[in-house]
């Protein structure tokens, strides 16, 4: 997918970036109280602006932590609420995708319009709001960097909608049943779930999972599940706040060495070098 327009934040903003992989920029916008026309545009992005409005005077107002959504590619320019501060996550389309997938969802192609309040994007923002003012905060670069990526993962699970889902092959897993054991290998990564538990979840023998498995995915559990720990440890490497063992154990490897040999494998780079490009 296309990397995102180039990123225009309003000016009088206290703006935090983040690159993703492939994915584009996320960023998030703490808006000074001025009239909305004042505000930036974005052009015409792939991406989606989400609005959080906050009352740092009153943390517990019925209007603390309002939502609202704007898809840039209408390329209107949204007004910001009627409130003492708010902050804006730009959220490109492709980020959002990503952040599905690696939870066993599908592509977004929309989002759903948002509940009037969110409690876990309204204690995010304020979290991101916090750090932002103070600049010699410790830690501060790699905690906005993470609320970022939270508030993506987030909006994408609740918010996402994806196109209409694959028509069912023969011999294949249902969609239930491919969601089901994805979200079991990522949710249990660093252990690694077994062939019969898998099997168990989708009601199918060994055998038969793992020729289904291998119909839908072209891929069998063992590989698919290497895949998905190289491209968590990426996620790991690009926040750049842990050593390479550490990676390997959360991600599921034996230890180090068996990390950098699959991640050589996959990557066609050591995670050293991948890290630097």
């Keep these: 997918m ?22 584009g920029i996320l960023a998030v916008i703490d808006l000074p109280p001025v009239a909305p026309a004042s505000r930036g545009t974005h052009g015409c992005d792939d991406a989606y602006l989400l609005t959080v409005g906050l009352r740092g005077d009153d943390p517990e107002a019925d209007n603390n932590g309002e939502l609202a959504f704007f898809d840039l590619r209408s390329g209107r320019a ?17 980020a959002l995708s990503a952040a599905s997938q690696r939870e066993g969802g599908a592509c977004i192609n929309e989002l759903a319009g948002p ?27 790699i905690i906005l960097d993470d609320i970022l990526h939270a508030v993506c993962a987030h909006v994408a699970k609740r918010y996402g909608k994806s196109k209409a889902e694959r028509r069912p092959v023969a011999g294949a897993l249902a969609d239930w049943q491919l969601r089901t054991v994805k979200n079991l290998m990522l ?47 990426k996620e790991f ?16 490897f034996a230890d180090q060495g068996h990390f950098c040999r699959v991640f050589l494998r996959f990557a066609g780079v050591s995670p050293g ?3 630097e490009q």
């Design 237 to 252: 490497l690009c926040a750049r706040s842990l050593p390479l063992a550490e990676i390997a154990l959360r991600c599921g």
């Design 115 to 141: 509940d009037r309040t969110d409690p876990v994007l309204s204690h995010l923002g304020s979290t991101a709001m916090k750090h932002l003012d103070d600049r010699a905060a410790a830690g501060r670069e």
């Design 273 to 275: 070098a991948w890290s």
């Design 2 to 23: 296309p990397e995102p327009a180039q990123f225009h934040a309003p000016s009088g903003s206290k703006v935090h970036l983040t690159r993703t992989r492939g994915s």
């Design 78 to 94: 949204p007004a910001a609420p009627d409130l003492h501060r708010s902050l804006q996550f730009y959220l490109p389309r492709a």
């Design 187 to 233: 949710s249990r990564m660093e252990s690694k779930p077994s062939l019969a538990l898998l099997s168990k979840a989708c009601g199918l023998s060994n055998s038969h999972f793992t020729r289904a498995f291998r119909k839908s995915t072209g891929q069998s559990p063992h590989r698919w599940l290497m895949v998905a720990r190289v491209e968590r440890a």
